[in-house]
């Protein structure tokens, strides 16, 4: 995982600035000089995640606001558990309140979905990955929350990493010529990884050379089938993930075809915020 210090004052930043703008107005009703004590609780289990970009929030705009935390990024909260309590000026707690609450629930949101679908393939070898469907701008942070919940980081963008999808091969003129020119121009220590539809083009894909492959919305015997014929064809050193149309309901069948990972979209763009409050 790369450093996140940068990543998260530019975050905290850019949200400070969006909400809080060239002043609170309605926080400016409170004494400048006014000291409180604020709480926050959860409302639901989830898998606590954002613990640094929450007390950044706070700290930007008051170095000396102290953040007491009862729990720890991966850990799990139950219903009404205090998270946290936060001591400082009043002003502050009020304006950095929202975009602190923001962070927290959202990775948290993260944290928590990819730690049920790590949990219903508990047992099984199948490591659980993340995908580029990223909220923009909030890469970095959803994919610290991905691990936080148990899961494994795919490519973090388009230059660390060489995966082939539908639209490349099609443009490329095929899974095989694709595959030829990425074998030409990636750099010794960048992955490639090449997506196929069918298992006519796994067939290509692996005499091509393939080592990494995407089997995209395969059907649960189709991914036997296709684990069966790699392991035939190419031993064990091929990695098989699958990808497309998985739930929480159908994930365990697909781990237990074979494949090594299946990516899943859904742990970064279908989430729901954790319900979080915070009191004075």
Same mark, same amino acid.
């Given at each position: 995982m790369k450093d996140l #210090?940068?990543?998260?004052?530019?975050?905290? #930043?850019?949200a400070l600035a969006e909400d809080i703008g060239p002043g609170d107005l309605t /926080? #400016?009703?409170?004494?400048a000089d006014k000291e409180l004590v604020a709480t926050v609780v959860s409302r639901e289990p989830a898998i606590l995640c954002g613990m640094q970009w929450f007390e950044r929030c706070f700290q930007t705009l008051c170095e000396d606001t102290q953040v007491y935390w009862s729990a720890k990024d991966g850990d799990? *909260?139950? /219903?009404l558990q205090e998270v946290c309590r936060i001591k400082g000026n009043a002003r502050v707690l009020l304006s950095a309140e929202r975009p602190a609450l923001n962070f927290l629930q959202t990775l948290s949101a993260v944290a928590t979905q990819t730690k049920r679908f790590v949990d219903a393939v508990s047992g099984t070898s199948v490591s659980i990955v993340d995908t580029r469907k990223t909220i923009p701008g909030l890469r970095l942070a959803q994919k610290y929350a991905v691990k936080c919940g148990g899961g494994t980081n795919h490519r973090f963008g388009l230059y660390d990493g060489i995966l082939i999808k539908e639209n490349h091969v099609a443009a490329a003129g095929g899974v095989d010529l694709a595959l030829k020119k990425a074998q030409e121009v990636a750099p010794p220590d960048v992955f490639i990884q090449i997506e196929v539809? #069918? *298992?006519q083009e796994l067939q290509i894909a692996l005499? /091509?050379?393939a080592s990494m492959i995407l089997l995209d919305n395969f059907g649960i015997?189709? *991914?036997?089938? /296709?684990?069966?014929?790699?392991? *035939?064809q190419s031993g064990e050193h091929v990695v098989l993930e699958a990808s497309g149309n998985i739930t929480l309901e159908n994930v365990r069948q697909m781990a237990v075809t074979g494949v090594d990972r299946i990516s899943i979209g859904g742990l970064t763009k279908d989430i729901k915020a954790i319900d979080l409050s915070m009191r004075f």
């Open positions: #210090s940068e990543e998260i004052k530019n975050n905290v #930043s850019l /926080a #400016s009703l409170i004494p799990e *909260l139950q /219903a539809e #069918s *298992l005499k /091509a050379g015997d189709q *991914l036997r089938d /296709a684990v069966k014929f790699t392991r *035939l």
